[in-house]
């Protein structure tokens, strides 16, 4: 089916961009019809990852040097921790030309809420008081 159709059926808006649950994600992920960004930062990537085979781990950063991997053809869904950060890189995106972009609406957050894959490596478990202070809480035998 046309992903903008998708789009329109199974996302929202949300000003100019789309935002899709969690759930619907996983559906359209699912059916092959789309792919999932995470933004996360790698700390969070290394700890807990989304479990689904269309998934692609980049940094903010690396996004513009691999876009060649990302399909044109499919409905992006950019992830993050909670979805505050993803507007930037749907701008990114959008301006590089991909047409079908959707925040997850919730981010890894309610992902996981709502019980869908996820693999966790309890080795790499962060701590902290806040966000800005986590480390790794398992210290790692050499």
Request: aromatic residues 10%; positive net charge.
């Amino acid at each position: 089916m046309e992903p903008l159709v998708l789009l329109e059926q199974y996302a929202f808006k949300v000003e100019q961009y789309y935002a899709i649950t969690p759930r619907k994600a996983w559906t359209l992920i699912q059916q092959k019809e789309a792919v999932l960004l995470d933004i996360r930062s790698l700390d969070l990537i290394r700890f807990k990852q989304f479990d689904i085979p269309d998934v692609f781990y980049l940094c903010q950063m690396d996004v513009t040097t691999n876009l060649s991997q990302l399909p044109s053809d499919k409905i992006i869904i950019i992830a993050d921790s909670t979805s505050n950060r993803v507007i930037p890189m749907m701008n990114i995106l959008k301006e590089k030309g991909f047409c079908f972009l959707a925040s997850l609406a919730g981010g890894f957050v309610e992902w996981e809420k709502d019980g869908l894959p996820i693999k966790v490596f309890k080795e790499n478990r962060l701590s902290g008081s806040c966000t800005c202070q986590l480390r790794l809480r398992e210290k790692k035998m050499v």
